[in-house]
């Protein structure tokens, strides 16, 4: 298996970054047949570099199936990447083994999509956010029951729920028990995948403002993984934007909605929809559908649907660069 490799945005990690990762990868092996033997590989991350500064949201986006999520549980190494560096307060998480990583885990916590299946049926509220204190030695029943209480009143939660369990409870509520989880912890990292897809738009933007509250109190970093640009504008610093297992482009999110450079990221913000309806809007509609990940176009990957793309495109792979102050590309047209 040839992974080719691809170029670091930053050479050395400076002190502000929490988390650099280099040249991530995860291939998943197919293997048909009674046999098992791996005759392809889905390649669902294929090279993607990107930083987070301490304290800031990085926000990434993209279709479906373009390894958003991928990217988040490889970062946590809930998926074993199949190369490349991760760097968590300067030390490399793919070197850590057992009891070191599990040490290291506790700065680091993910918020899962589903509000009602990440949570146990069969365990109390109490129990499920306690949870990761007994993980990490908190052994002391009294003392996990009052941090709990602590962090329920941080959610908006009653000290009440304690002894409920998931079921009863709405999918707002649901999921400011799986925020209470990933909090108690006190991570300086935290995945959040899809944290607002499931739920009404009224209740959305009580969780994002409660994610942005926690973030002014605790200091917390986030990577925010959404395919919602309205919502992923709202609350990112940076924006990074992936399509099949590639990062196109990141840059701040101001500068990302005002001069998108990369074709694909032009299309994907011509479809947000706006309030006013006399506003006309100049929609980029792409051809095709999204290639398999497991036969990806050689060249740019977004070749077969740009409409600005030119031979150069078809064959040779765009590099990663700065084309601005922060603002990163993977594009041979963009300026």
């Known amino acids: 298996m040839n992974v080719q490799a691809k170029p670091s945005i930053t050479e050395a990690v400076p002190d502000d970054i929490l988390l650099k990762v280099d040249n991530l990868v995860k291939y998943f092996p197919i293997k048909p047949g009674f046999l098992q033997k791996t005759t392809k590989f889905v390649k669902a991350v294929d090279g993607v570099s990107f930083f987070i500064r301490h304290g800031e949201t990085l926000g990434l986006v993209g279709e479906s199936g373009c390894g958003k999520t991928t990217t ?194 032009q299309a994907l913000l011509s479809a947000i929809p706006r309030a006013n309806p006399e506003i006309k809007l100049d929609r980029v509609r792409l051809a095709g559908d999204v290639p398999s990940p497991i036969n990806p176009p050689s060249g740019c990957r977004f070749h077969p649907r740009c409409p600005v793309a030119v031979d150069q495109c078809k064959v040779v792979e765009p590099e990663w660069r700065e084309v601005r102050p922060d603002h990163f590309v993977a594009c041979h047209l963009a300026k």
């Open 72 to 265: 988040g549980r490889t970062v946590l190494r809930l998926h074993e990447p199949t190369k490349g560096s991760i760097v968590f307060e300067g030390q490399d998480l793919r070197k850590l083994k057992d009891e070191a990583l599990r040490k290291k885990r506790k700065d680091m916590s993910i918020i899962f999509q589903d509000p009602y299946s990440s949570l146990n049926p069969r365990m109390t509220v109490g129990e499920i956010v306690g949870e990761p204190l007994l993980v990490h030695g908190l052994t002391n029943t009294q003392e996990r029951t009052r941090r709990v209480h602590e962090v329920f009143a941080e959610v908006g939660l009653a000290p009440y729920h304690y002894r409920r369990y998931p079921h009863e409870f709405s999918g707002g509520q649901r999921q400011r028990i799986g925020i209470a989880r990933a909090i108690i912890s006190n991570p300086k990292l935290i995945i959040c995948d899809e944290p607002v897809s499931a739920l009404d738009v009224s209740i959305q933007s009580q969780i994002l403002n409660l994610l942005k509250e926690l973030q002014q109190k605790h200091g917390l970093t986030y990577l925010f993984i959404a395919h919602n640009l309205s919502v992923v504008k709202h609350i990112s610093d940076r924006v990074g934007v992936m399509y099949l297992g590639k990062m196109a482009e990141i840059t701040t999110s101001d500068e990302l909605y005002k001069h998108p450079l990369h074709p694909y990221t």
